[in-house]
């Protein structure tokens, strides 16, 4: 990939020399051009800017000289080779990790670095229809900074890094924040029971000593998704952007503040399935019971106006950790036949971890109306005795 930056502060991206970068570009994998921009100026003080029209504060970076680096740049490359030209500013696109996946498909980036309070909006018009570029403004985040050279050194970093040779082990790049709508897990090194200098003891959690890569794959995924609810919960939403059904409601990880409500709607939709079905569920459960199991599985809470009216849990297969299990969907009987299962239940697969294979649940053998939305969903009956008694198993492949 090339990567060429203008600015009038081009010492500004000399940490593009340093560590993995630079290596990559000494390694020939990247090819960093900055220039400087007062150097496509032809006045004695190297004019960059001037009054903005209009009035108002500050001063505005003039249209020529970025007409001219923009041209040398594009002089520069291959026959017919053009680049994608991003500019940075507040006001752009926000800049996130599927943009950086999207950049790393480009053989060739120009970054625009302004100042002031801006370049003349005429240049992008020149960019786009002069000389047939791709522009895109992009922004680092919703705050100001005082110029884009910041952003280009975070952009610049974000997308060389998911080149090909540029990161040791490409795998490290899998179970990263964001790279599947999760933030990281917990990480831990030697020693494994660590005194502080203030005297305080801390250990690993024994599952990371345990060698059991199951267990641990188990343990690092229900981090990733308690870190996911209780930090970002709208990285927990937007992954459900298709399907605006949940938007409406609460969602979180539950607690062990949750068991109470957990188990009185459990109650509510068993009385449903053993009315509708004579089928005897989980009628003796105790508070504790609902809490304790909460270690073992993630269990998704929806609440409107703080009631809690949906739930749905999710584990890897203790015994597979290629199958994703889904448990316990419920939603408040006076909010069924809304979608809201069938939208709980694709949220529940979305939180499946890379790798996943199979999508297994399990439900009773008469429980038509569970049996209708599950097939609906792409679940097939699988045969023979389901794993509780009056149960039947269903699985679908994973995406
Ligand atoms: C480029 C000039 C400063 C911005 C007047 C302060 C990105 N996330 C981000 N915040 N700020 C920028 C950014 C700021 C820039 C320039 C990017 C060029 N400024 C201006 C408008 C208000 N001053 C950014 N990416």
Excluded at 309 to 334: E, F, H, K, Y
Excluded at 366 to 390: C, D, F, Q, T
């Amino acid at each position: 990939m090339r990567i060429d930056v203008v600015s009038i502060f081009p010492e500004y991206l000399a940490p593009l020399d340093l560590s993995l970068i630079g290596k990559a570009r000494r390694d020939g994998l990247l090819d960093v051009r900055v220039h400087q921009l007062r150097d496509f100026t032809h006045d004695r003080h190297q004019t960059v800017d001037d009054t903005p029209y209009g009035g108002g504060a500050g001063m505005v970076m003039k249209p020529q000289p970025w007409a001219e680096a923009l041209d040398a740049v594009v002089a520069s490359g291959d026959a017919g080779a053009r680049p994608r030209v991003i500019v940075p500013g507040p006001g752009g696109m926000p800049f996130t990790q599927a943009l950086a996946r999207e950049l790393a498909e480009e053989p060739w980036l120009a970054f625009a670095c302004g100042r002031y309070e801006g370049i003349d909006e005429r240049v992008y018009g020149y960019a786009a229809d002069d000389l047939g570029l791709r522009v895109d403004v992009v922004s680092l985040g919703d705050y100001v900074l005082n110029g884009g050279e910041v952003a280009v050194l975070a952009i610049t970093e974000a997308v060389a890094r998911l080149l090909p040779g540029v990161i040791g082990n490409a795998e490290s790049l899998v179970e990263e924040s964001h790279e599947d709508g999760l933030l990281e897990y917990p990480v831990f090194t030697k020693p494994a029971s660590w005194t502080s200098p203030t005297g305080t003891t801390r250990d690993v959690p024994p599952v990371l000593l345990s060698g059991d890569h199951g267990a641990i794959a188990r343990w690092r995924h229900q981090q990733r998704l308690e870190r996911t609810a209780a930090r970002r919960p709208d990285l927990l939403h937007s992954s459900q952007a298709a399907d605006g059904e949940l938007a409406a409601y609460d969602l979180s990880v539950a607690t062990r503040g949750d068991a109470a409500e957990l188990l009185t709607l459990t109650r509510a939709c068993w009385a449903q399935e053993y009315v509708r079905y004579g089928l005897f569920g989980a009628g003796t459960d105790t508070v504790d019971e609902f809490a304790d199991e909460l270690a073992e599985w993630t269990t998704w809470v929806l609440r409107s106006a703080g009631r809690l009216v949906a739930s749905v849990r999710a584990r890897l297969d203790p015994a597979d950790p290629t199958t994703w299990q889904i448990g316990r969907l419920m939603v408040a009987p006076d909010l069924q036949g809304r979608g809201l299962g069938r939208a709980l239940l694709a949220f529940a697969e979305a939180q499946a971890p890379v790798g996943t294979i199979t999508f297994w649940l399990n439900t009773g053998e008469r429980s038509e109306r569970n049996l209708k939305i599950y097939k609906k969903a792409g679940y097939r009956v699988r045969p023979g005795v389901g794993a509780h008694p009056e149960t039947v198993d269903l699985t679908k492949r994973a995406r």
